[in-house]
Structures are given as C-alpha cells and as structure tokens.
C-alpha cells in the first residue's frame, strides 16, 4: 500500500499546486483508488496522536490529491459534523471529480481562518465560503454517484479541498485591505 507522511506534502512554493486538475476517467483504476485510500489513511491516522507520532503526520481533516503531487480531482475530507446539542457524528467523504453544483449567496466562515498543511506562512484573516452547497461527485467509500447538502464546518472543509483541485489556495479568498472584515449577514464560526 502507498503511504503517505508529512514529506510527501506539495507545498504552496510549488508552482505546480496552482495548475487546475484533470478529471478522473471512472470506474476508477486500481492506480487511482490506491492513492484515494492512502489519502484516506493518512486522514484518519492524522488525528489519532499515537499514529500521528509514529508516522510524522500534521494533523488534517481534509486532503486533496494535488497536495501530494498527483494532479487529478480527487480529495478526502473527515470531518465531525453537529447533528444536536453538543452531539456529533463523524462524515468521512472519498470524492472524485466534485462539482459544486449550487450554492447560497450568504457566506460563512472559521472565526479564526483557515490552515492547509500545503501553506507552512499564516495567512491571518476570514475566509468567506458559501454558507450552504449541493456537490455532486462519485464517492469511493459508498462505490457511488452521490448528490449532497453540506453546510457550515463540513461546508468549509469540502470547499476548501476543492479548491485545490482549481489551483485556488485559502489565503486567495482574504481581503488584502481588511482581512477581518464580514458582511452584515456572515455566519462567522467560532
């Protein structure tokens, strides 16, 4: 099996990181689904601190496949998502070839920006994301075509990989002149 650690990480210096990724020909090939489960892997074993110590893993909750140097529209996120009061269950996605197919109008986004484990400089400031989305991509955990609603942190994290795949990085989303700055109807996540 592939397996992936921190030194396999494109970094934002990497011009290559900019380029927009290929579509992915489905069904998947054995060579595509094998970085997909590397990637998912190093995902779930990043946030475990006994894996994430003994294979030098930062911590993600998402991972897209341009980050590791293969230029095509794969990404893993997994991401504890709120269904109630201080209640939550965990969503693991393994997407290929996602398209935001709608969105809403009204932005959200992390109080305390965003992070890549492709960017080692802070970039300080909000970084406005649709507030609500429908993506449409093949999943590879459910072997399917798939159509879904996210929003909120899940919201965040989808879009966040997902720019990868264009070539699009966090900090290109933050106002230069006031890097702080919401609008009236922000959802500003704390």
């Known amino acids: 099996m592939l397996t992936l650690n921190n030194t396999h990480i494109v970094k934002d210096t990497d011009p290559r990181?900019?380029?927009k990724s290929e579509p992915v020909p489905l069904p998947l090939s054995k060579a595509d689904r094998k970085v997909l489960e590397a990637m998912l892997t190093y995902v779930?074993?990043?946030?475990?601190?006994?894996?994430?110590?003994?294979?030098?893993?930062?911590?993600?909750?998402?991972?897209?496949a341009p980050q590791i140097?293969?230029?095509?529209?794969?990404?893993?996120?997994?991401v504890d998502?709120?269904?109630?009061?201080?209640?939550?269950?965990t969503r693991e996605f393994a997407l290929v070839n996602p398209r935001i197919v709608s969105h809403s109008e009204q932005r959200c986004m992390l109080a305390s920006?965003?992070?890549?484990?492709?960017?080692d400089d802070v970039h300080e400031g909000l970084v406005p994301r649709y507030a609500r989305l429908k993506i449409r991509?093949?999943?590879?955990?459910?072997?399917?075509?798939?159509?879904?609603?996210?929003?909120?942190?899940?919201?965040i994290v989808l879009q966040h990989e997902i720019d990868?795949?264009?070539?699009?990085?966090?900090?290109?989303?933050?106002?230069?002149?006031?890097?702080?700055?919401?609008?009236?109807?922000?959802?500003?996540?704390?």
């Open 81 to 89: 998502e709120e269904v109630g009061d201080d209640q939550y269950v």
């Open 69 to 78: 140097g293969v230029f095509k529209r794969m990404l893993i996120a997994i």
């Open 113 to 119: 920006g965003e992070a890549c484990l492709s960017v």
């Open 44 to 64: 779930r074993r990043s946030t475990n601190l006994e894996w994430a110590e003994k294979e030098n893993l930062s911590p993600a909750v998402g991972l897209a």
């Open 17 to 19: 990181l900019r380029n």
């Open 137 to 155: 991509a093949y999943d590879m955990i459910t072997d399917k075509e798939v159509e879904f609603r996210a929003f909120g942190y899940v919201g």
């Open 164 to 190: 990868h795949l264009n070539g699009v990085l966090y900090y290109d989303h933050i106002n230069p002149t006031d890097p702080w700055t919401t609008k009236e109807k922000d959802i500003v996540i704390e």
